[in-house]
Structures are given as C-alpha cells and as structure tokens.
C-alpha cells in the first residue's frame, strides 16, 4: 500500500489570480480620468481595445491619489510574486517594478478583444468606476481552451471549478485590483450600459534591486 505521504498533486502550469477590494478616491481617480482624456484626446491605438479611449504611459503620474494607487499595486504586486514564483531561481536579488500604467475609458458597445500582455511577467487591472455585470465582465480563458471543450463530462455536471472550466467570467467592482500573469488570455465584454466603465491597467517585470554601493 502507498503511502499517503509520498504522493504529491502539483497544480501544473497554474495562473493564479489575486484578487483584492481597496479602498482607494475612485471619485479623485475618475477626474483624474477623465481630465487625462481631455488633455489628450486621441491616446494610444490600441490593437485590441474596440472603441473606447486609452491613455499613453502614465507610470509616472505625480496625482497624489495615483501614487497612493500605484503603491497599493506595487504592494500586492509584490505579495503575489513571493507566492506564486515559489522555487524560482535568480542570480542576483530582483523584484517586480511597473514599467507601464494606462488608463481606459469604455463607454457603450465598447469591448476588448482576446489578448495577452507580451513582454513583462505579471499584469493587471485596477477597477476606477465599474457598475456591474452590464458594464462588461473580464474573462479569462484556460491555456488549453478550447481542447478542454473537449473532455468528457457527465450530463450530471452542475458546474466547473476553476481548474475545469474552459473561461471564467469576473464582474468588476469599483475599486477592485487584479493581478494575474502576463501571459494569461483575457478579454472585456461590451459595456451595455450608458455609463463609463473606467480601469487602469498596467505591467509589471522582474528588475535587480538596486543596492547602496
Ligand atoms: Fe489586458
């Protein structure tokens, strides 16, 4: 007989996803927002972003209430990274630094097609103003979808867990942080409401600690 202390069950090629409430002015923040879009109309093209307004980097935006906001990523972002990257090995001390901050405003029939975020390692989305399931739910897709459509379930199945399920749908709330990892699918389903669905994403990659000498 085996024991049961010899057997391991290894969650294989995760993607976890933190998820947090702050408490941050999100009224402070959506001026900010949209004093941003004023100043700067066209913003960025985005590739993915169908409709809606996005910001140029704004990583090193000196509003009071941001840098209050990029701390609390920063924070969490950190929190995550000693967990999750468990086992990694590096040659000299790194921690995870954002290098990329933009803002987005959706307004309605805008959404966001399937992307991933190349080029850096953790990624994630902090919600501004977000007022429910109709202004757009964020999903993530499983690595392996769609062949996990194709696995065998009984008819019995009453519903998925998040290792089972080929998508999972997350209904944003205002002041919601997520992190998850840069290559993980996601997109934003169309805002079916009239009014602006406000989030600030942004990138994250692993840079040596800087040292006093
Ligand atoms: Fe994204």
Redesign the pocket.
């Known amino acids: 007989m085996v024991n049961k202390n010899e057997i391991t069950i290894t969650p294989l090629f995760a993607n976890p996803l933190l998820q947090i409430q702050l408490d941050l002015d999100t009224d402070k923040l959506t001026e900010l927002a949209v004093q941003m879009q004023n100043k700067d109309k066209k913003g960025r093209a985005g590739i993915?972003n169908k409709g809606g307004w996005q910001s140029n980097n704004i990583a090193e935006e000196p509003h009071e209430e941001f840098k209050k906001l990029k701390k609390e990523i920063t924070h969490y972002l950190h929190l995550y990274q000693l967990e999750i990257f468990q086992g990694v090995e590096f040659k000299v001390d790194v921690t995870q630094n954002i290098d990329n901050m933009w803002v987005m405003i959706n307004e309605k029939h805008h959404y966001?097609d399937w992307?991933?975020?190349p080029y850096s390692t953790l990624?994630g989305?902090f919600y501004i103003q977000h007022d429910g399931v109709e202004n757009g739910d964020i999903i993530f897709k499983h690595s392996n979808h769609p062949e996990t459509e194709m696995l065998y379930w009984p008819s019995t199945v009453k519903s998925h867990n998040s290792m089972t399920t080929g998508v999972l749908n997350i209904t944003p709330k205002t002041n919601m942080l997520l992190i998850f990892p840069s290559w993980l699918n996601?997109s934003?389903e169309a805002n079916l409401k009239n009014n602006s669905r406000i989030s600030l994403?942004f990138n994250s990659q692993f840079l040596p600690e800087k040292t006093n000498g």
């Open positions: 993915i966001n992307h991933t975020h990624s989305v996601h934003v994403s």
